[in-house]
């Protein structure tokens, strides 16, 4: 059966798109509206019961976490490369990178979402834009480390690692977060001018 990807491209769904568009995968993406709160109904709890996006369904296998997600796909292809073979030093990079990714250089981005708009007005602190500026430029130094003098963040080839980074950087540049590093810079440009991101804006939202 054909994958569906419930989500919103201007979220981490986007990754997630990116994704199953290196991987050569066919799906059918669902948009879900976050502004009008469809993501809090109860039909969509059903497949996701935090009430976030995006959700992967896979014949009976519904998933969240964009990150889970991601490597079912790359698991489901792997002439595409997304992932080094299980057991590697390259696979263990992987991990490390992906988690970190998600844990270190993201979280500031989101605390910043978070308390600009996210959250309801009375729940949102001033000083956490602060904050995660602080922790931001403590962990995008980390990143210009690894990428000084390479293509790719893990091995010599192309990985979900790439599409993380890649993502993630893309959305402290949406939100205008200096990168403090030219390597930083260049190695966004390169993901961002991959076809298959470019895909990412007009994914297919029918089987037809």
């Known amino acids: 059966m054909t994958m569906q990807v419930y989500g919103s491209i201007s979220s981490r769904t986007r990754r997630v798109v990116w994704t199953l568009e290196e991987a050569g995968v066919p799906y059918v993406f669902r948009p879900v509206d976050l502004r009008s709160g469809q993501h809090r109904t109860p039909e969509y709890r059903r497949i996701n019961p935090n009430g976030r996006v995006p959700t992967l369904v896979d014949g009976d296998l519904v998933l969240f976490e964009s990150a889970a997600i991601a490597m079912h796909i ?90 993380f980074a890649g993502h993630t950087l893309n959305w402290a540049r949406g939100f205008k977060v200096p990168f403090g590093a030219r390597v930083l810079e260049e190695y966004l ?19 037809a």
Do not use: Y
Request: hydrophobic share 45%; proline share 7%.
């Open 74 to 163: 790359a698991g489901k292809a792997p002439a595409a490369g997304l992932i080094p073979e299980v057991g590697t030093a390259e696979w263990s990079l992987l991990q490390q990178w992906m988690f970190w990714i998600c844990t270190e250089l993201e979280q500031p981005l989101w605390s910043m979402g978070k308390h600009r708009f996210a959250l309801p007005e009375e729940h949102r602190i001033r000083a956490m834009l602060d904050t995660a500026t602080f922790e931001w430029n403590r962990a995008a130094p980390v990143l210009a480390a690894a990428l000084e003098g390479r293509e790719f963040l893990v091995g010599d080839s192309f990985t979900l690692a790439d599409i």
């Open 189 to 207: 440009d390169r993901m961002l001018a991959r076809p298959a991101f470019a895909r990412t804006n007009t994914p297919p939202t029918d089987e």
